[in-house]
């Protein structure tokens, strides 16, 4: 199962679909990623909001306003336009499905640099036990 799957079956089922999910992700790339998402969280007075999403704990609710502060019209315009909603829709859709996104985006790159580094850290215990 891909990550547009396990997110897609994570969310609430509120008419958000694997198309919707992969433009979301998309979106927080062309955004910048977590790191700027991140930021633009704490600007808003937002950060633990985020942190929460980041971390291992229970996720915390988001309203479609706080959405519209985060990211502005602009942004969720081009968002909403890519994905066929209105504004509103797209913040209420946001506000129930970005805390499910983001927490596994973050969880595969942790997936990642993990996997990336196991080659390294077996070579070097390799070369202590065998030197």
Known sequence: MDIIEQITDSLPKKGINAKDVK?????????????SLTL???IAG???IMDSWLSKKQNSAI?????????GMVDLYS???????????TADMLASSLPVVIEHI????????QQRRFPIVLK????????
């Not at 309203?63 to 990211?71: A, H, K, L, R, Y």
């Not at 968002?79 to 829709?89: D, F, Q």
């Open 124 to 131: 070097t215990f390799m070369s202590k036990m065998f030197t």
């Open 79 to 89: 968002l909403a336009t890519s994905i066929g909603r209105t504004l509103a829709g």
């Open 40 to 42: 633009r969280f704490e």
């Open 106 to 113: 973050n969880a595969a790159s942790v997936l990642k640099k």
């Open 46 to 48: 937002l950060g633990l």
């Open 63 to 71: 309203s479609s306003e706080q959405i519209q502060d985060v990211f």
């Open 23 to 35: 433009e979301i992700i998309t979106w927080v790339r062309y955004l910048g990623g977590i790191k």
